[in-house]
């Protein structure tokens, strides 16, 4: 294994044990958002013709506020944690007084919370519009902004699409990661897509009755269809929140190991002239291709900026790009380099 894939390998499996609890954090806040929504005061400025005092009246900065209070809460800590996680490795440590400490907490907070508020407005956005493009009435439609409102503006379409699927008896509904991320292929095939959103989706009992049902003579009874909707549903919402989640934790992770071998370059552990960063991808499919063409590229003085192949330069892999899973890896250069 190679030192970058082995930083790599570092990266992801504290991703996997830290984000979880994260994830779990995004869900309970979402659940405050949503219990400081009331179905009457939505309608109201549904049927008033002017959907976006929703932002101003309702879902305020104040409301968001209090419900990241302790989400702001957890994430302060992990991303401490984190610090001192790659610190070790110089045996250095951080004083949570720190004020380069203080201020990268406070953006990686900005950046997570305001990832979160532009996905919650532009669901709300899109199931009103939806909503009123079907003639749905305004009550209907603030239910559904309720029940959507911690998905991102295609999850909601897609959730919508597969009510309608099952309602035409059409198997497309089965091309759908509905069970723990396993799908069926239009061949009838299995497939799979990663994420498995905390278990959370359609049983494999309603798989089976959907196989069967779906393209036959039989059809489903409508509370059936509401039963796996809100399944469908939930599982996209704990989907979207592992999402939220990992992106999140990574950014802590990456970060704190910048910081960490700036501040061992400060103490005089490492010699500043001699300190070289690189930048490793992961290497699969999923990779975006500026990033493909950036993996082992020629390294760079720590700290200067990667110039991605469309201009863009970045002090720290995929800072300005979201979910990216590549890393820079920082090492000692040969002497007089």
């Not at 001192?84 to 203080?102: E, H, N, Q, W």
Request: overall charge neutral.
């Amino acid at each position: 294994m190679t030192p970058g894939e082995r930083l790599l390998a570092r990266l992801q499996r504290r991703t996997r044990d830290l984000s979880p609890e994260l994830g779990a954090e995004i869900m309970k806040a979402g659940k405050k958002l949503v219990a400081g929504l009331s179905i009457d005061e939505v309608a109201d400025i549904i049927a008033s013709g002017n959907y976006e005092r929703l932002f101003t009246e309702i879902l305020n900065e104040a409301l968001f506020n209090q419900a990241f209070a302790d989400l702001q809460k957890m994430y302060f800590r992990q991303t401490m944690d984190n610090l001192d996680f790659f610190a070790k490795d110089y045996g250095i440590s951080f004083g949570v007084l720190d004020p380069r400490v203080i201020e990268e907490i406070r953006r990686l907070d900005i950046k997570m919370a305001t990832i979160l508020k532009d996905d919650v407005r532009e669901a709300v956005r899109r199931a009103v519009e939806v909503g009123l493009r079907n003639g749905v009435n305004p009550r209907t439609i603030a239910v559904g902004v309720r029940q959507n409102l911690m998905l991102t503006g295609p999850q909601t379409v897609w959730i919508d699409n597969f009510r309608r699927e099952l309602e035409a008896n059409s198997r497309k509904a089965l091309q759908r990661s509905l069970g723990q991320g396993f799908f069926k292929k239009p061949d009838g095939s299995l497939g799979y897509r990663a994420g498995h959103a905390g278990g959370l989706g359609v049983s494999k009992r309603d798989m089976t009755m959907l196989d069967r049902v779906l393209g036959s003579d039989e059809r489903l009874r409508p509370d059936q269809i509401d039963r796996l909707v809100e399944a469908y549903r939930k599982r996209m919402t704990a989907w979207h929140a592992e999402s939220v989640a990992r992106t999140a934790t990574l950014d802590s992770l990456k970060n704190a190991q910048h910081l960490s071998t700036e501040q061992a370059i400060r103490d005089g552990i490492l010699p500043a002239d001699r300190m070289m960063s690189e930048w490793v991808s992961v290497g699969d499919s999923r990779v975006r291709d500026e990033h493909v063409a950036m993996d082992r590229s020629d390294p760079i003085p720590f700290g200067s900026m990667f110039t991605l192949p469309d201009g863009t330069q970045e002090l720290i892999p995929g800072e300005s790009t979201y979910g990216c899973r590549c890393a820079k890896r920082d090492f000692l250069g040969p002497r007089g380099q």
